[in-house]
């Protein structure tokens, strides 16, 4: 069964940044496409990036300019690297893949609280 398994989110002020990681079971390979999500209290998941066999990187404008999206094929890892953090980023971050057919797997979460 493929896991992903989160780290890395935690309390920042705003103006801070994180860096989140989500390692997979098995090679990224396996996954046409990964990225991540966010859910804040009351609103629903929406996307933050994403970040393809070849690549290539998609964002979302609340994050452009502030985040990056990478990924190390040799850890089976890929990293969200926050900067310039804001209060609206609170939430908690949900590390994603795709595979061929479309079945996604979703990681357990990991939070995000940006806070003075």
């Known amino acids: 069964q493929v896991q992903f398994v989160e780290s890395g989110g935690g309390l920042v002020q705003p103006g801070g940044s994180l860096r989140l990681s989500c390692t997979a079971s098995v090679t990224l390979f396996s996954f046409s496409t990964m990225g991540w999500y966010r859910q804040a209290p009351g609103k629903e998941r929406e996307f933050v990036a994403a970040i393809n066999s070849y690549h290539m990187t998609n964002y979302a404008d609340s994050g452009k300019g502030r985040f990056t999206i990478s990924r190390d094929n040799a850890k089976n890892t890929v990293y969200l690297q926050m900067n310039n953090l804001k209060p609206e980023d609170t939430a908690v971050y949900y590390c994603?893949?795709?595979?061929?057919?479309?079945?996604?797997?979703w990681g357990q979460g990991t939070q995000v609280t940006v806070s003075s």
């Open positions: 994603y893949g795709d595979r061929p057919g479309g079945l996604r797997t």
